[in-house]
Every structure is written in structure tokens, then in C-alpha cells.
């Protein structure tokens, strides 16, 4: 017998491979040829595009839960919308008012929240953190356990090494001053960001930058160097047959 709900008024295509216990709200949207695992839960109005894999146990188009304490406004948010051909891992989380490009991997326990924009071939690795109101552009990766702040910008063909740590608060938590200049960093077209690598509130790191591993950066990085060390100094320029060709 099987044990899954779908909600009377969910638009779920015929051919939908669908697990146990997976529960469908109402006007979920899930196109040809989707695969649903086991224990899924997609909530209200959530569209998945054709041919998307959702494993085992994710959770899709959440609504946020703040603290007593946080001072984020709760607003009303649009359905999460998913591409066609996409892949969400085992655990993974999407909240709503989010929008995935198409081809892109979400992979086991990451989590995305809301107002984030993903966009065409994306990799998000295994227990990656993306938090509310980022734009990650098309063909980026970041790898496990990175963790991605609020408020960034990663541009296209960024990489994300595991373990980098971005921030967005300079005053961490305190002053009234802090709302007007809490902003993660932005992170141009084709920079690379090595492994644990920490980025201050609001820096820029500049097109096709290469950011050692282990390095802290505290100010804008100019394009197209190489910058080690606490803090970051430039040392060399990125050589020309690592660069982008597209």
C-alpha cells in the first residue's frame, strides 16, 4: 500500500516517479519525467522543471523560521522554482522564493534560502550553506562545507573551494550602524577562492582573482591576480593559460 499524499489540486506529471512517504501540497507544478525520492516533502505552489532528480528526505520550497531575536523582516514569498534537468541531493533544503537554473546540482545537506537567484549549470557541494537574497551565477561550483552569507553576488564560472567563509556583518551584531552596511562580498566572473579562505563584509574580489588557500581578504582584490596571506597581498599575476577563454 502506498503511503504517499498528494494534494488533490498539485499538478504532478503522469509519468512522475514518486517514493514512500513523500508529501505534495497543494499547486506544487512537477513537469515530465521528474524523479521523486523517498520521505520528500514539497511545499505550496513549488514548480520543478522536466527530467529533475529530488532524493531521498529533501525539503523543497520552505518558508523561513526566525528567532525572537533576528532582525530579519518576514515577508510573504513567491513559490520556489526549479529547472529542468536538475539534481537536489539527499537533505538538501530549498526554501521559497528562490529560482534554480536549469542543470544545476544541489547535492546532500546543502541548504538554500530564500530570494536566492541560481543560475544554469551550478554546483552546490554536499552540505554547502547559501543564505537569503544571493545571486550565484551560471556555471559556478562551490564545493562542500563552504559557507555562502547573505546579501553576495558570485558572479559566472566562480569557484568556491570547501570551507571558505564569507561575511557580511563588520560590526557582528551589534550597533544600530551595522543595517545600512551589512553586504556580503562580490565575487566577479571567473575568480577562484581556495581552501578556508575567509572574506570580509563588502569586498570585491576582482575578475579571474586567484585567492590562496588559507588567506583572509580584507579589501577589493584587482583582476587577474594571484593574492596569498593574512591578509591578502597580491604576489603575481595569473598566468594566461589559466584564465577563461569563453
Keep these: 500500500m502506498r503511503t504517499s499524499y498528494i494534494d488533490p489540486n498539485a499538478d504532478v506529471s503522469m509519468d512522475t516517479e514518486i517514493g514512500e512517504f513523500v508529501v505534495i501540497e497543494a499547486h506544487a507544478k512537477i513537469a515530465a519525467g521528474c524523479k521523486i525520492g523517498h520521505h520528500v516533502v514539497i511545499h505550496q505552489g513549488t514548480v520543478i522543471g522536466a527530467n529533475t532528480v529530488i532524493s531521498d528526505h529533501a525539503v523543497l520550497g520552505k518558508s523561513p ?4 531575536s533576528s532582525t530579519t523582516l518576514l515577508k510573504k514569498l513567491e513559490p520556489l522554482q526549479i529547472g529542468a534537468n536538475c539534481q537536489v541531493g539527499t537533505g538538501a533544503i530549498v526554501y521559497a522564493g528562490t529560482i534554480i537554473g536549469n542543470d544545476t546540482m544541489i547535492a546532500d545537506l546543502a541548504s538554500v534560502r530564500e530570494n536566492c537567484r541560481i543560475g544554469r549549470g ?4 554536499r552540505g554547502v550553506a547559501v543564505e537569503n537574497n544571493t545571486s550565484i551565477g551560471d556555471h559556478t561550483k562551490i564545493q562542500t562545507n563552504a559557507y555562502i552569507t547573505a546579501d553576495m553576488t558570485l558572479e559566472d564560472h566562480v569557484f568556491i573551494a570547501p570551507m571558505v567563509t564569507t561575511t557580511n556583518d563588520n560590526f ?6 551595522r543595517f545600512a552596511l551589512k553586504k556580503g562580498a562580490t565575487i566577479k566572473h571567473g575568480a577562484r577562492v581556495g581552501g578556508n579562505a575567509i572574506l570580509l563584509p563588502g569586498i570585491t574580489v576582482g575578475e579571474e582573482s586567484f585567492i590562496a588557500a588559507g588567506s583572509i581578504v580584507t579589501k577589493d582584490t584587482p583582476p587577474r591576480q594571484v593574492m596569498k596571506g593574512v591578509p591578502a597581498k597580491p604576489v603575481r599575476p595569473v598566468p594566461d593559460e589559466e584564465l577563461l577563454t569563453d
Excluded at 122 to 125: E, R, S, Y
Design 172 to 177: 557582528m551584531g551589534r550597533t544600530e550602524k
Design 65 to 68: 523560521q526566525l528567532a525572537k
Design 122 to 125: 551550478v554546483l552546490i557541494g
